[in-house]
């Protein structure tokens, strides 16, 4: 599975309830890591971390539960950059990031090992590449790395163009390589921002090649009875004149990713929209 | 002022009263920095910036006040290395110094952009070097760095020789060379211990030779009444057959740094010791 980090996390959460059925690989987007305070911040890699460990907060949906301040406030006085909200369970987990990425470690062992001290077992999580895929944002407002984008500028800005500056070069992690090797039955893209969640993933050299040796890919739609649950979606898709619609979504899927999707899964309150799509020759779940 | 952290952090706040009078500069001891969590921890000069900014910890004498500890109750729960008690708002100054760091500026640089965030005008806080001087101690339990002697071990290991590892190779900080060039009147040895924070800092090559250049050179006695006010030193006044008394101290101090010192400072508590060292013809304030 595809995980971005809001839908794609929770969608995770899910298949702790199915460890005993299925041997799930969650594949997470690097496109939002950048450094922050000297720390190497994995925004969605570490809102899967703590939704499967059910440690996320879940008024927020992202961060620690029962989170403090206290680094963050003083940083604040101190004069120092505020804008990003690490909380101080979230910065416990980061020191040990980079302590671990200081020892040698890849960013997937050092993921491995975050989940094992999060208690997490049979639900492996890793990044899609261990090599940096950076989301660049070129908007009205000129070029920005993605966090500026989305949390210092309230994602405000109208995008131009997107970039997943570093994808090119990068490789599809071994260990997704080997899951794949070892045999899967199906590839599950999360309900996940297209633009900014699935697409640094997809663009990495070599995956969607990778993905389509599968039998059933299947993409879950982040569009629910004409908006996005969460994130700047439906937004970005008003940019672009596009309805916000799971028919618009299923659409654009095909044409970023010809030939790779063959099973689309929306929400019930968009039976009416499935019809329309079994009727073009989709295969869909409600 | 050369400081240690406990009675020299003491020592350097009383300037601050003073600073219509004179113009000070304190000079820290790096002999007890380490790599902590990723984080150059600096913990003798940390207790000079937050003693002369009134953040120190009244009752434990070293960290910040109103201090939380939410970072290091998580490392702990996550199992990682929790045996050094840095708190939230003390991590926050460290994230900051390695932010300094990273880009480029030496530590000195560094302390100096500290000082200034915590709000302390006119009362410079050097390091003694900008390279690196490391206290390794020699005990009958093996030999270990600093830390693990003094926090880990709790000073319990008997010490039988102390390296300050890194001090031939060092220089004394630019700093402040140009501060005794400028014209300095008096140089003033706080009433830190000899073994473990003065000898880092007159260890370092040409210390001794370039303080000598003042013409007082006062050391203030870290012995009142017979015992050490804080620390291990009288333990370790004790493994090398030394009665803990300002008097020994004194004679310590000549035996490692002969023709150095020409002032003594006890405290009123040693009134009649004071009165001897006189009578040996030594200058002796109280």
């Not at 599975?1 to 996390?9: H, Q, S, T």
């Not at 922050?36 to 499967?52: E, Q, R």
């Not at 390589?177 to 999360?190: H, N, P």
């Not at 996005?228 to 970005?236: E, H, V």
């Given at each position: 599975?595809?995980?971005?980090?809001?839908?794609?996390?929770?969608?995770?959460?899910?298949?702790?309830?199915?460890?005993?059925?299925?041997?799930?690989?969650?594949?997470?987007?690097?496109?939002?890591?950048?450094?922050?305070?000297?720390?190497?911040?994995?925004?969605?890699?570490?809102?899967?971390?703590?939704?499967?460990?059910?440690?996320?907060?879940?008024?927020?949906?992202?961060?620690?539960?029962?989170?403090?301040?206290?680094?963050?406030?003083?940083?604040?006085?101190?004069?120092?950059?505020?804008?990003?909200?690490?909380?101080?369970?979230?910065?416990?987990?980061?020191?040990?990031?980079?302590?671990?990425?200081?020892?040698?470690?890849?960013?997937?062992?050092?993921?491995?090992?975050?989940?094992?001290?999060?208690?997490?077992?049979?639900?492996?999580?890793?990044?899609?590449?261990?090599?940096?895929?950076?989301?660049?944002?070129?908007?009205?407002?000129?070029?920005?790395?993605?966090?500026?984008?989305?949390?210092?500028?309230?994602?405000?800005?109208?995008?131009?163009?997107?970039?997943?500056?570093?994808?090119?070069?990068?490789?599809?992690?071994?260990?997704?390589?080997?899951?794949?090797?070892?045999?899967?039955?199906?590839?599950?893209?999360?309900?996940?921002?297209?633009?900014?969640?699935?697409?640094?993933?997809?663009?990495?050299?070599?995956?969607?090649?990778?993905?389509?040796?599968?039998?059933?890919?299947?993409?879950?739609s982040?569009i629910v009875g004409g908006d996005?649950?969460?994130?700047?979606?439906?937004?970005?898709?008003?940019?672009?004149?596009?309805?916000?619609?799971a028919?618009?979504?299923?659409?654009?899927?095909?044409?970023?990713?010809?030939?790779?999707?063959?099973?689309?899964?929306l929400d019930v309150a968009d039976a009416e929209c499935?019809?329309?799509?079994?009727?073009?020759?989709?295969?869909?779940?409600v």
């Amino acid at each position: 599975m595809l995980a971005g980090g809001g839908g794609g996390a929770r969608l995770a959460r899910g298949f702790t309830g199915l460890l005993q059925q299925v041997a799930p690989l969650v594949v997470t987007n690097p496109g939002d890591d950048f450094e922050y305070l000297g720390l190497l911040v994995c925004p969605d890699t570490d809102s899967v971390l703590y939704a499967v460990s059910d440690e996320i907060d879940p008024i927020r949906g992202w961060g620690r539960c029962e989170e403090s301040w206290g680094v963050l406030d003083e940083i604040k006085r101190l004069g120092g950059p505020g804008w990003f909200s690490l909380g101080d369970r979230d910065i416990a987990l980061h020191l040990m990031r980079r302590a671990g990425l200081a020892a040698g470690q890849t960013l997937t062992e050092v993921t491995h090992d975050l989940l094992a001290r999060l208690g997490v077992e049979g639900l492996p999580v890793i990044p899609a590449s261990d090599q940096s895929v950076q989301t660049v944002v070129h908007s009205t407002d000129g070029v920005m790395a993605f966090q500026e984008y989305f949390v210092a500028r309230g994602c405000a800005p109208q995008i131009k163009e997107l970039e997943y500056r570093g994808a090119e070069n990068a490789r599809p992690n071994g260990a997704l390589l080997s899951f794949m090797a070892a045999g899967c039955d199906c590839v599950i893209l999360g309900p996940s921002n297209p633009y900014l969640s699935l697409a640094p993933i997809l663009s990495i050299s070599g995956m969607v090649d990778a993905l389509s040796q599968v039998g059933v890919v299947a993409a879950v739609s982040p569009i629910v009875g004409g908006d996005a649950i969460k994130g700047p979606l439906a937004k970005i898709m008003g940019e672009k004149g596009l309805q916000p619609t799971a028919a618009s979504w299923a659409n654009e899927m095909k044409k970023m990713y010809p030939n790779l999707i063959n099973l689309w899964v929306l929400d019930v309150a968009d039976a009416e929209c499935a019809e329309q799509m079994r009727a073009g020759g989709d295969a869909v779940l409600v």
